[in-house]
């Protein structure tokens, strides 16, 4: 409200400046003085007009201001909700990375990029044994140590999504078959050093089975996704915690 005042103070100001300049200016050239009640009314009226005049238009300014900040201020509220909301429908509430219509949706865009690489498919090993002999606890954890293996490799253009169960998927982009190879060997002998404990205080250590497969540009990840499953469904054919491409 001060501001308001402030303003509207100064406009009437400027209209009394702007009424004699004028005044003088004219009234001569007219033939008359600018003295007595012609003086009182030059300063008089643009007072009585501007200030009320401007008051309102300035408070109204004011209002329409602060409504247009409250607006801006709530749809950046609804927006970060919406965002935040978005982040976390895509995620596995278990794991903390892609649910697996997430992890096809980033895979379609990867295709659709004409982004290469590799993508790996991770099964962990005797899952139901884990729950069977610690509890489905200890399973839930089992998958959470996956989940935080497979955010490290994540970027803007890799990225890991649990496919359902105890299987995950992995996309790493720009990558050779041999680059391929190291990195999925690389995570297979990390999961291998995970030690945890279960409710009873017995160690856990898990271990898993990997099936790679290369993607090129323009790749189609259904079959991409097929080849993967092929070979893991061969690793663990073969005795489980092994890569096979």
Do not use: W
Request: one cysteine or more; a neutral charge.
């Amino acid at each position: 409200m001060r501001r308001v005042i402030q303003k509207s103070l100064l406009m009437g100001l400027l209209s009394i400046v702007a009424s004699l300049a004028l005044s003088f200016a004219i009234v001569p050239l007219l033939g008359g003085q600018v003295a007595g009640a012609g003086l009182f009314m030059t300063i008089f009226c643009p007072l009585a007009i501007s200030i009320p005049a401007s008051a309102f238009h300035f408070s109204q300014s004011e209002k329409i201001r602060r409504a247009e900040a409250t607006t801006t201020e709530a749809l950046q509220k609804l927006a970060d909700a919406y965002d935040a909301l978005r982040f976390q429908s895509r995620r596995d509430g278990l794991t903390g990375i892609l649910n697996r219509t997430a992890f096809l949706e980033d895979l379609e865009a990867a295709r659709q990029q004409g982004v290469a690489g590799a993508l790996l498919f991770l099964d962990l090993d005797y899952f139901k044994s884990i729950n069977d002999r610690y509890g489905h606890a200890t399973g839930d954890e089992a998958l959470r140590c996956i989940g935080r293996i497979l955010t490290r490799y994540q970027s803007q253009s890799d990225f890991a999504g649990r496919l359902g169960g105890e299987e995950f998927g992995l996309f790493q982009s720009d990558m050779t078959f041999e680059d391929m190879l190291d990195r999925s060997e690389e995570i297979r002998e990390e999961i291998t050093r995970v030690v945890f404990f279960s409710p009873s205080g017995s160690e856990v250590r898990i271990s898993a089975s990997i099936g790679a497969c290369l993607c090129k540009p323009g790749f189609d990840p259904a079959g991409c996704l097929k080849a993967a499953d092929e070979n893991l469904f061969q690793a663990k054919a073969l005795g489980r915690n092994r890569v096979i491409a």
